[in-house]
């Protein structure tokens, strides 16, 4: 038994809301660079389904920047740690390590012969560092500034100059290497968001939360004008980004627009409008070659069109926060994976044909909180359950929520899960609700027990509850009505998940204990097989279509596929999702299995038996 990584679907960029997201390009221009948890997620710029993640930096990862001579990437970190690491190789290897101060990195910057780094951020004892890139050894001193720095850049031309902007309301200027403080810039009135360089080295601007752009002589920090005459934006300004050629650039800002100036004559050319909902404010951009990038605060990338700035080119969709719970649907030969996320975001992601990796959304209002379960029941539909106290039943053909599609629960739910005839049973806070057609039919509460998850068999004549006490009760479905007959079968901890194999033969139950039990449906629920492998919490578990196999999740970052008839014969995926637990699975085909995790990406396996 063997496996392959055929497919990583990236996640989105984490975003904040009023805080500017800085976006790496590489000096090829063939890819660019984010950051998402303590992931840095590069991805083709051509074709963005086409993502690598590097995940090796234990806390939440803030900025990443290619070096010029494009081998080696630098990201920092949330506790000031800065990896510098190989990006030629599929292993990227760490080169070095720093430590050049205590407390968040936000922005990074190389010199044009990939030898020195500055980096700047909320260091305790200082705002800013600036090093060589193989010893660590100072170069300088980053200071002049009394708060939290937000960015910073250098010059890549000959004689060297470094810029810095900051919370102080002022811009910084300095000379070297060694680099020492100049003087400071006092135009802006709030906040210094983003300082950057032309890529020639004639000029530099500064971005501000007071909504202007300045421009400044590169060599001498003269200031020459503000772009626009007064204010560049409405909002604040979170990122600019100059053209190849040094002639324009382009600026995003908190009132939801994208700007291109003109340097020469520091006029906009172009106006992008980018909606009107607070998600729409822009807080990055990146040009690179002839795209034209800027990312909104709902973590969506959209490439800009020159000669339609009303409607971007393509705009990548996806997630930008943890993924809780995921499913897959075939529709018209194409396979779909849904995917929903802990602010509520349902995904719809497209396998096969030249749509491989596109990823898209329901329209209308959905879910407002962590979407726990979900499954596609026979109707078409993509039955889910939220910490909103809902459960709602979104039709995969016309992709839009519908409020005539939702289920109030008078408590919370925390598992779905669907048969036939349009059956669905919501496991709630000590309830147990029954569902037919999108109604709610029958209500098992005062219970003696903590429902877990639940799982009604296709042939929908029983539904199975997992407790928090390790039981599984197997009530009765008679019309509308669960009846308790006094059956229950043990499964060796407390319940987490629980699924019928696709013929209804067995019923697979993972728990709290590392453990996953398969019962035998038809020999009255006799134990089949005790599975043992998983060094953590079980979390979630998932049937192949071909009934023998399946596959489980934990809490020790492991996926396990098992062999129903052989519990020694298992694949075993370790750090399918590394640094991060696996919290939903899925089968393709039988040799193709999907995995999500709170990465907020989702992984395409291909296993050989």
Not at 26 to 52: C, E, H, M, Q, W
Not at 328 to 349: E, Q
Not at 563 to 591: F, Q, Y
């Amino acid at each position: 038994m063997s496996y392959e990584l055929k497919h990583v679907f990236a996640s989105l960029p984490q975003m904040e809301r009023g805080v500017a997201k800085v976006l790496g390009g590489d000096p090829k221009g063939n890819n660019f660079l984010y950051t998402n948890g303590k992931s840095v997620i590069i991805r083709n710029i051509n074709n963005p389904a086409i993502a690598d993640i590097y995940t090796e930096h234990p806390h939440q990862v803030t900025v990443a920047k290619y070096a010029p001579s494009g081998f080696y990437i630098a990201s920092g970190d949330v506790s000031g740690k800065i990896r510098i690491w190989d990006t030629t190789q599929k292993e990227h290897l760490l080169k070095y390590e720093y430590q050049p101060f205590g407390g968040k990195i936000k922005d990074i910057a190389w010199t044009e012969d990939s030898k020195r780094i500055a980096c700047v951020g909320e260091g305790r004892e200082k705002f800013g560092a600036v090093f060589l890139w193989d010893t660590g050894s100072s170069v300088g001193e980053i200071s002049g500034h009394s708060k939290v720095i937000n960015s910073v850049d250098i010059k890549q031309t000959r004689p060297y100059r470094l810029i810095s902007g900051s919370d102080d309301n002022c811009g910084a200027f300095f000379e070297g290497p060694p680099f020492k403080f100049k003087f400071s810039i006092a135009d802006h009135s709030r906040f210094v968001n983003c300082v950057r360089f032309s890529p020639d080295g004639n000029r530099f601007c500064t971005a501000g939360a007071d909504g202007q752009i300045f421009l400044y002589d590169g060599k001498t920090g003269e200031k020459i004008c503000a772009l626009g005459g007064a204010k560049a934006h409405e909002g604040g300004v979170y990122a600019v980004s100059w053209s190849p050629d040094s002639s324009q650039l382009i600026s995003a800002s908190g009132d939801k627009t994208v700007k291109l100036w003109d340097v020469g004559t520091s006029t906009a050319l172009t106006t992008f409008n980018m909606g009107a909902d607070v998600m729409d404010q822009q807080l990055g951009c990146l040009w690179q070659k002839d795209h034209l990038l800027s990312v909104s605060l709902s973590g969506y990338i959209n490439y800009l069109d020159k000669s339609n700035p009303d409607r971007p080119l393509r705009t990548i969709k996806g997630h930008s926060k943890s993924i809780q719970s995921l499913t897959v649907h075939k529709n018209g030969g194409r396979s779909y994976i849904y995917s929903g996320s802990h602010d509520g975001h349902i995904n719809i992601l497209s396998l096969g044909g030249g749509h491989t990796g596109e990823n898209n959304d329901f329209s209308g209002k959905g879910h407002s909180n962590l979407v726990t379960k979900m499954a596609v029941d026979d109707a078409d539909q993509l039955v889910t359950c939220s910490m909103d106290d809902t459960v709602r039943f979104t039709s995969v053909t016309k992709k839009e929520y519908s409020a005539s599609n939702l289920v109030k629960m008078d408590v919370q739910p925390k598992h779905v899960s669907v048969a036939a005839g349009g059956l669905a049973l919501a496991v709630c806070i000590g309830q147990v609700v029954f569902l037919k057609d999108k109604k709610k039919v029958f209500t098992l509460d005062s219970l003696d027990y903590e429902p877990e998850a639940g799982a009604i068999h296709p042939g929908g004549s029983t539904a199975a509850v997992g407790g928090a006490d390790g039981k599984v009760r197997l009530y009765s479905v008679q019309g509308n009505t669960l009846k308790d007959e006094g059956k229950s079968v043990e499964a060796k901890g407390p319940v987490t998940d629980m699924a019928y194999s696709k013929d209804g033969a067995y019923l697979a139950v993972t728990d709290e204990k590392k453990v996953v039990t398969v019962f035998t449906v038809a020999d009255n629920y006799s134990v089949k097989n005790d599975f043992y492998g998983h060094h953590a919490k079980v979390v979630t578990l998932a049937w192949s279509p071909d009934n023998e196999h399946f596959a489980s999740g934990g809490m020790d970052m492991m996926v396990y596929v098992w062999t129903v008839n052989d519990a020694d014969k298992r694949l075993k995926i370790p750090d399918a999702h590394r640094l991060h637990h696996v919290s939903g699975l899925a089968w393709i085909d039988e040799h193709t299995l999907v995995t999500t995790s709170h990465d907020a990406s989702v992984k395409q396996w291909t296993l050989k038996f």
